[in-house]
């Protein structure tokens, strides 16, 4: 089994990449058994794909380092590091440009989100991203792969990619891809925006009223949780009467996933009770959870150096982890090096 996931270094971590996909990252590591290698990574060749500023970015790298640490990724056990370091991810994209179809990347709904109006404008990088994407799971023969929801048709990709690179270059009984599966925490695949029901909770909604931080202190998450948006009617009994109510659902999957209970268990306690009753709860809950790893993010992030250290030793061990996939790649492809 291996386990391998990247996320932005762009902005602060949100309950969103916290609950969908982190606290997985988390838990498949403190789960693993021995002969499970998870592998962890900062997509900072992501990161070029939109305009972005350099230091920032140098920044946003050791901020996330830090927010994962903190999050509870263990650099002793987990590989941790960012992709630059690690060549092989660049190595590998281009040989797989081979291989993905114009058609395919046509198809990802991302490029159409993030270009929007301006497509001639945007990257190529922007447009070839799921191949990166692609690169970086495969590289390491990724079998799990935990994300939130509005990953999976990356990973659909990626397995497509595999699958035909496996076919056209791969002996029927010796394929050099693993095809990955793409792991989502049933409760909180999705965590929507505070503002408005309908839009994934993101770092780059210009409202940061619209996202928890996990770096916001107490107050700031309970100014937000109050400010959230809903509607005049109680909770109801069940989650199904929740249907056509998107901002309620939202608050209610988020304590579900926070508590660890299924909604249904959580509506039972709040059932005919109105927001004023339920958002003062959630703050709390949230609070508890975010603050030890607050705390943790501050302490963590006043040394540069040693995010650095974690950084380059995680890439060291990522190298010699990428070197036999990349080497049958370019063999399979045809292509001598030396
Ligand atoms: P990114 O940085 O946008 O998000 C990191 C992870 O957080 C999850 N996530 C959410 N889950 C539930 N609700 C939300 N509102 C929410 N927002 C974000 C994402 O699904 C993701 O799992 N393209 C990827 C990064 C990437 C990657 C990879 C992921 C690059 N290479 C290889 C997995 C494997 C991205 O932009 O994630």
């Not at 993030?114 to 799921?130: C, D, I, M, Q």
């Not at 809903?230 to 304590?255: F, M, Q």
């Not at 339920?278 to 040394?303: H, N, Q, W």
Request: overall charge negative; proline content about 6%; hydrophobic content about 40%.
């Amino acid at each position: 089994m291996r386990v391998v996931s990247g996320i932005q270094p762009t902005g602060n971590l949100h309950l969103g990449n916290y609950l969908g996909a982190i606290r997985n990252w988390v838990r498949m590591q403190d789960a693993a058994q021995q002969g499970t290698q998870c592998v962890f990574f900062i997509v900072d060749l992501h990161a070029i794909s939109m305009p972005h500023d350099p230091a920032e970015l140098r920044s946003g790298v050791r901020d996330m380092a830090a927010a994962l640490v903190a999050c509870g990724i263990d650099p002793e056990r987990s590989i941790l590091f960012n992709q630059a370091q690690v060549p092989a991810h660049a190595e590998l994209q281009w040989l797989l440009n081979g291989t993905a179809r114009m058609g395919w990347l046509n198809r990802m709904t991302q490029f159409k989100d993030k270009s929007g109006k301006n497509r001639e404008g945007a990257s190529v990088a922007l447009f070839t991203y799921p191949i990166l994407q692609a690169a970086d799971v495969l590289l390491y023969q990724a079998t799990h792969v935990p994300v939130g929801d509005d990953q999976k048709q990356h990973l659909e990709l990626a397995r497509d990619i595999a699958q035909k690179f496996n076919n056209d270059f791969c002996p029927e009984d010796a394929p050099i891809f693993t095809l990955p599966d793409p792991i989502m925490p049933p409760q909180a695949a999705r965590i929507m925006s505070l503002r408005d029901g309908s839009a994934k909770m993101s770092k780059s909604d210009p409202s940061d009223m619209s996202r928890i931080n996990l770096t916001d202190d107490a107050d700031t998450i309970m100014k937000k949780v109050k400010k959230a948006k809903t509607d005049p009617e109680p909770l109801p009994e069940t989650a199904k009467e929740l249907e056509g109510r998107a901002e309620a659902l939202n608050l209610v999957t988020i304590y579900s996933a926070l508590a660890g209970k299924s909604a249904d268990e959580v509506l039972k306690d709040f059932a005919g009770e109105g927001f004023g009753k339920f958002k003062p709860a959630l703050g709390e809950l949230m609070v508890e959870t975010l603050s030890p790893i607050s705390a943790r993010y501050v302490e963590l992030r006043e040394d540069d150096e040693a995010l650095d250290a974690i950084l380059a030793k995680g890439a060291l061990k990522a190298r010699s982890l990428a070197a036999p996939t990349l080497s049958a790649a370019y063999q399979a492809l045809g292509l001598s090096r030396g």
